[in-house]
Nanobody, 119 residues
Framework: QVQLVESGGGLVQAGGSLRLSCAVS????????MGWYRQAPGKQRELVAS???????NYDDSVLGRFTIARDNAKNTVTLQMNSLKPEDTAVYYC?????????????WGQGTQVTVSS
């Protein structure tokens, strides 16, 4: 079984920083795109940032210039460095990865980690 385990959430004041990490484990052949999503109370889950296996990153406009996504293909990890945090960044953050177990790439999700930004 493939597992995604996240860490690094918490409570921070506005303007502060947090770093989220996600590690993919289990039996698989490869990992394609990886990304971070978030879901605030009463809202739909939304894409925050994604990164291809070649390192090409994409960001939602709301986090551009503040968040940085990175991955380590050797360690099967993806991180999200979040700077200049705002109260509107408060949400549960989920790691996502397209993982190939046998033939196809399928999406897998982490359990989510809470990020709370106080004003």
């Amino acid at each position: 079984q493939v597992q995604l385990v996240e860490s690094g959430g918490g409570l921070v004041q506005a303007g502060g920083s947090l770093r989220l990490s996600c590690a993919v484990s289990g039996k698989f052949v490869g990992i394609n795109d990886m990304g971070w999503y978030r879901q605030a109370p009463g809202k739909q889950r939304e894409l925050v940032a994604s990164i291809t296996r070649f390192g090409s990153a994409n960001y939602d406009d709301s986090v551009l210039g503040r968040f940085t996504i990175a991955r380590d293909n050797a360690k099967n990890t993806v991180t999200l460095q979040m700077n200049s945090l705002k109260p509107e960044d408060t949400a549960v953050y989920y790691c996502n990865a397209a993982v190939r177990v046998r033939w196809d790439y399928n999406p897998y999700w982490g359990q989510g980690t809470q990020v709370t930004v106080s004003s």
